[in-house]
């Protein structure tokens, strides 16, 4: 007699899902003895739940299929909802399984008692409570739609005994695959976004990651208007490669370049991008946007045409309504701008002299020569995804994922287990921090038990340099930043992987060479400064006041040492500014 639980694989395995990531519980039994039995889906074992989500949400960002995690009742699942919640703000399908107390206990302050469809419903565009077996096949279905049509992430929660009720005989299971649709705006919008356009005489484009699968389509819009083309983190891979109007990033993390194209523009052209910090908007400017979700249209900034659309399917139509003659003096000003910029940035990567700590950018720019053409590279928050921002080359083939919307820490290797699991013959790269990989550090496990062979480059500076860089931005002095940390590629080697610790610039190309030839998981520590100073594109004069205020807050609480590290450490970068 078959189980619901057969019922769930069944559904999965005719839906496309080849793996499972999880880790086990006595709820969860009925689920993973059926994986058992049936023995075609993978169960990816992690040693935390935290884990499980992050890696389906990984899986999930490099293939655009739907990624599966599973946990069991109460702490189990409670486990899951941060990358849960990143896995949904990253807008990526992730079906999550999360077991239940009995039935009949709920209500009772049972042992490991939640409420986990009330606790899942913010980070999940569907969360749904199976309170009885029959419920189960419909309820399922119907998420797994969600979580596909929706791109998000949607939880199922089971009590444990209704993965045992038994199953209806010859029941066929549905198999859940994603619909394909053209969506672009109506003419008369169209006419109303190029009459913006064509009377505007300096066009900005600000791209983001909806132009995924439109980067001819991009390119030849920004011909037309004869538009620099600055994007998003999250438009970086799809945006900046064979792209001769790009200026690169904004934000908090860009540079000066990207800002001053946006700050000088007249008419500003969002394109499939959510970008959340208003502060680095043209104060000015008419604004058309083109997104396929219209609840998002406007909510960053006033928008005179909002145009609802995916961006492959838009740009098209837009261009038939487009003039022919344009004048290109703002794209030539800002492509000379950001030729300035680039080439400062590179001057900052290149070596400082054998020293005894290494620059970060000089890590990221090793990374980026050393790694293969088709590499993921997967960044933690803070100071790693600044330098994978700035300094890693997309090429069409390669992939940066992150935690670019959540942005929590810890995100990198735990995203790189599914990552690696669902793509086995391709390089995997983290760039992770020294406070991301120890906060998820018990996961190094997995990549050994389930052969997985990402290589983890550690930026060890013995610090969360990132809460340093905003207490310094804020005139605070630096307190509970320090990081005591162990060798990490001794911990590596104790674990059975392979490790290597880099602590001179001398050692970086040969270290990361050998890491990333070698056949299995690998961590590469890479000992680095410090107090390495991330300018960001505009400085505010608040900004300015609170590095003053630090300094001078660090000299009277007995801390000139630090001061003058960070002088030190970034006076070729001042000047360079």
């Given amino acids: 007699m078959s189980t619901l639980a057969d019922v769930i694989v069944a559904t999965l395995k005719a839906s496309g899902v080849d793996r499972v990531y999880g880790l ?130 949607a939880v199922v929660v089971i009590p444990g005994e209704i993965f045992l009720a038994d199953a209806e005989h010859n029941a066929k299971p549905a198999g859940i695959r994603p619909s394909r649709a053209v969506i672009r705006p109506a003419e008369t919008e169209l006419a109303a976004a190029a009459e913006l356009l064509n009377a505007a005489e300096r066009v900005t484009i600000l791209a983001g990651a909806g132009c995924q699968g439109a980067h001819d389509e991009l390119i030849r819009l920004a011909g037309a208007l004869k538009a620099p083309i600055v994007h998003s983190l999250r438009g970086k891979e799809f945006v900046e490669y064979d792209n001769p109007y790009d200026v690169g990033m904004t934000g908090l993390l860009g540079f000066a370049s990207g800002y001053r194209a946006m700050e000088h523009c007249d008419a500003l052209l969002m394109l499939g991008t959510d970008f959340p910090y208003r502060s680095f908007y043209p104060e000015n400017a008419r604004v058309v946007q083109v997104d396929m979700r219209g609840e998002h249209i406007g909510r960053r900034i006033p928008v005179d045409v909002g ?85 890693l080359t997309m090429n069409g083939r390669r992939r940066l994922i992150g935690s670019f919307c959540h942005g929590t820490m810890a995100n990198a290797m735990p995203q ?106 690998a961590v590469i520590e890479v000992m680095t400064v410090r107090q390495e100073l991330s300018i960001p594109p505009g400085i505010t004069v608040a900004q300015a006041k609170g590095f003053t205020l630090w300094a001078t807050r660090s000299v009277l609480s007995g801390r000139a040492d630090q001061v003058l590290e960070v002088a030190k450490t970034n006076i070729r970068q001042l000047a360079l500014e």
């Avoid at 655009?64 to 990143?86: R, Y």
């Avoid at 090793?366 to 700035?390: K, Y």
């Avoid at 990989?437 to 340099?465: E, I």
């Fill in 24 to 153: 086990p519980g006595d709820s969860l039994n009925g689920f993973t003895d059926a994986l058992r039995r049936d023995g075609e889906i993978v169960w990816e074992h992690v040693r935390h739940e935290e884990a499980a989500a992050f890696a389906a949400a990984g899986e999930a960002a490099i293939t655009g299929q739907l990624a599966v995690c599973a946990a069991s009742c109460g702490p189990g699942n409670l486990h899951l909802i941060n990358g849960l919640f990143d896995a949904n703000r990253s807008r990526v399908p992730v079906l999550a399984i999360a077991a239940h107390i009995p039935r009949e206990e709920i209500g009772g302050s049972y042992f490991q008692e939640t409420h986990p469809q009330e606790l899942f419903r913010e980070c999940s565009v569907y969360s749904e409570l199976v309170s009885v077996p029959e419920q189960l096949p419909r309820v399922l279905e119907i998420a797994m739609r969600f979580a596909i049509e929706r791109s998000g992430a």
């Fill in 307 to 391: 145009l609802l659309g995916t961006v492959k399917d838009t740009i098209p139509a837009l261009l038939e309504h487009l003039d022919g003659d344009r004048d290109a003096t703002h794209l030539a000003r800002m492509r000379s701008h950001y030729r300035r910029t680039r080439e400062r940035l590179d001057a900052l990567a290149d070596s400082h002299g054998d020293r005894a700590s290494i620059h970060p950018q000089a890590i990221a720019t090793a990374i980026d020569r050393l790694a293969a053409e088709d590499a993921v590279f997967l960044a933690d928050v803070g100071t790693p995804v600044i330098w994978a921002s700035r300094y």
């Fill in 416 to 521: 790189a287990i599914g990552v690696q699991a669902s793509q086995p013959g391709r390089q995997v790269v983290t760039l992770s921090g020294d406070g991301g990989l120890a906060m998820m550090l018990g996961d190094l496990l997995t990549l050994r038990q389930q052969h997985l062979p990402v290589k983890v480059v550690v930026f060890n500076n013995g610090a969360l340099a990132f809460v340093e860089l905003e207490m310094k931005a804020d005139g605070i002095v630096n307190y509970a930043t320090d990081l005591d940390n162990p060798s990490f590629a001794e911990v590596a080697r104790a674990v059975g992987l392979h490790g290597v610790r880099i602590e001179h610039p001398s050692e970086l190309d040969d270290g990361l060479r050998t890491a990333f030839a070698h056949d299995g998981p």
